[in-house]
């Protein structure tokens, strides 16, 4: 992953909203100036996380990991523009994950009930 790949990702999801902020690690992307400029320019507040704070992103590194288990290492895909539509597919069944799709660290509810319903978590 470098600066040009993430600028690329980052115009293409601006094509779906626009955040009031972006957080990211301290990755070489992420700190160089290319990056911070594009930041800037489209008005978008920076966050990074601290040195060392693996738990950070532990919330976004658990859904990638969903999806590598759930979706990309049970199907088959011959080039690039597959894998895109394949995560693309599971990223838009977001209506599954956060309403259908019981997660262990909930109790094995689901993410919707637990917020609307305020279950309390032991």
């Not at 992307?29 to 489209?42: H, R």
């Not at 008005?43 to 990991?65: H, P, Q």
């Not at 979706?71 to 956060?98: A, M, P, Q, T, V």
């Amino acid at each position: 992953m470098n600066t040009a790949f993430c600028l690329e990702a980052l115009d293409k999801a601006l094509t779906h909203g626009m955040p009031e902020i972006i957080n990211s690690d301290q990755g070489v992307q992420f700190t160089s100036n290319k990056w911070i400029e594009a930041l800037k320019d489209k008005g978008i507040a920076i966050s990074m996380t601290g040195k060392g704070r693996c738990l950070d992103n532990v919330y976004i590194e658990r859904f990638w990991r969903s999806i590598k288990h759930e979706k990309i290492k049970l199907s088959e895909f011959n080039d690039i523009h597959e894998l895109e539509s394949l995560i693309c597919d599971y990223i838009n069944r977001i209506n599954h994950y956060d309403n259908e799709r019981p997660h262990q660290a909930f109790g094995q509810f689901v993410p919707k009930a637990v917020f609307e319903n305020a279950i309390i978590l032991s």
